[in-house]
């Protein structure tokens, strides 16, 4: 029997890993860490799963620092000491990744971690803090480096795409054309939209996702499709002679202050005329707030445009542009987000796609829109607009290989005959599922992190870059650097 601790019980783990964690055999979740002012959310949830064999754990302490306290450390030995625990799935808000990491790597413990794999406050206006992301990163690398020298230990990031079932097979297209041709993926366009519209008031005080501790984002969905752009472009890379040793990057965002002249105060009463004025808040006030210190640290980026140069010497290779929108096309049309799942729920419509140019040999376009929340949709979810719509749009050049079809859609259906529509809704949720099993297995069976779809090493580009963007984006310069 395996022991896992969950540290952090918010919305993903309660939808994702907590209900999967119950249907595993030879798996016990023992425990759970989490602020002690969730407490009532937590047990209230775990009462509605008829769950009551599962040790809670809380701390008060809501310190933003690299540094569990000597109390919150002493309890988490305690529990992993009772209850013989290998493993942690640290899914808390990001700030606290790197102190929960750094704890479980000490002791040598298998991990899960959400994405990204740090952040910190201000980083969207603070080099330095922008500069930290990565030196956490090499930090962390260090001690897991140093615990594989004696033991093989699990440590994998929730980058579900690399567990999704088209995305596998998008990858699978480039690999094949990367092998005829030794021409690697020359150029991406990623966009991603979350189609979260959030209200003034709620970007000053909302806590989930937030914008009001100076990041925003790229923090949150928008590392997925930069790491999806980064495993594909790596991935057709054969040839050490094209292999990548030096980037460029620039970035430009929308901050709260640029959204709250995109839709005014006054755009709002147009649309809602029953608006309390108090939750109504003009780019002019602001920008008064931030510079008097009384809203200091709202200054997360709502979306980030960025350019992306990946180098052999003085040579582009790869050309990225990440385009990652939290202001996109929604379906909220109420005031109050009071009760409502800000998971997936008010109002959150996913658009998806990448145009992945292979040379004169390949394009491919992917395609991946929602028009409705989960649930609320009677569309085929296969179909355009579903949850789990996901087309690829392969050209190929056929005078040059006539054994390959110029054009040719492969859909879901294509790629998985049963879509699982009982466990979950929307197929990012079923490539979560996807990860955890991963996890679960890598640990009962030894793998090796070279052969883990998602290990924490293969996140070093993606984290290096991640790190370029913001140093780009607080000093509104392009950033170039070595890729070590």
């Not at 790596?234 to 640029?258: A, F, T």
């Not at 003085?314 to 990652?324: E, G, Q, R, V, Y």
């Not at 009677?378 to 050049?397: A, C, L, T």
Request: proline share 3%; hydrophobic share 35%.
């Amino acid at each position: 029997m395996k022991n896992i601790l969950l540290i952090g019980c918010g919305y993903h783990a309660r939808r994702i890993y907590v209900p999967h964690l119950m249907t595993l055999q030879n798996i016990k979740l023992s425990a759970i860490v989490d602020l002690i002012s969730q407490k009532k959310i937590i047990e209230d949830y775990l009462t509605e799963k008829s769950i009551n064999d599962v040790e809670l754990l809380y701390t008060d302490n809501t310190e933003i620092s690299d540094e569990l306290s000597k109390k919150e450390v002493s309890n988490l030995d305690v529990l992993i000491k009772k209850y013989n625990i290998s493993a942690a799935i640290i899914s808390t808000e990001p700030l606290a990744h790197f102190k929960y990491a750094k704890w479980a790597l000490e002791r040598g413990l298998n991990i899960l971690m959400d994405k990204p794999i740090t952040t910190e406050c201000d980083v969207s206006t603070d080099i330095k803090k922008a500069e930290k992301i990565y030196k956490d990163y090499l930090f962390l690398k260090n001690l897991y480096l140093n615990q594989l020298k004696t033991k093989n230990i699990a440590f994998i990031l929730q980058a579900q795409r690399r567990h999704h079932d088209g995305f596998r097979k998008t990858r699978d297209l480039i690999l094949e054309i990367s092998k005829r041709t030794n021409c690697p993926v020359t150029s991406i366009q990623a966009f991603h939209s979350d189609g979260q519209w959030r209200f003034p008031k709620e970007i000053i005080e909302q806590s989930y996702h937030p914008y009001n501790q100076g990041y925003g984002k790229m923090s949150h969905s928008g590392y997925h499709s930069l790491d999806t752009a980064i495993w594909f472009a790596q991935s057709s890379i054969l040839d050490r002679e094209k292999k990548y040793n030096n980037y460029k990057v620039y970035s430009q965002v929308v901050r709260p202050v640029d959204f709250m002249l995109q839709i005014k105060p006054e755009d709002y009463v147009n649309l809602f005329p029953s608006i309390p004025k108090e939750d109504l808040i003009s780019s002019f006030e602001l920008k008064k707030m931030i510079n008097e210190g009384i809203a200091s640290s709202v200054t997360g980026e709502l979306d980030a445009h960025t350019l992306i140069a990946l180098r052999h010497s003085d040579l582009t290779i790869t050309n990225i542009s990440s385009h990652a929108i939290h202001n996109g096309f929604s379906q909220r049309n109420w005031i109050s987000a009071k009760g409502r799942d800000l998971y997936k729920g008010n109002g959150r419509v996913r658009h998806e796609s990448y145009t992945i140019e292979q040379g004169p040999f390949q394009c491919i376009i992917v395609n991946s829109f929602q028009s409705h929340e989960i649930f609320k949709s009677e569309i085929n979810p296969i179909s355009v607009g579903g949850e789990y719509h996901y087309d690829i749009h392969i050209f190929r050049n056929s005078t040059l290989f006539p054994d390959l079809k110029p054009y040719e859609l492969i859909t879901m259906n294509d790629i998985k005959a049963q879509v699982d529509l009982l466990y979950s809704r929307g197929h990012q949720e079923e490539a979560r599922r996807n990860c955890l099993e991963e996890y679960i297995s890598a640990i009962e069976n030894n793998i090796p992190p070279n052969e883990q779809t998602s290990n924490f090493l293969d996140h070093e580009l993606s984290t290096q870059i991640l790190s370029a963007i913001y140093k780009s984006i607080s000093s509104q310069t392009e950033v170039r650097g070595d890729i070590k």
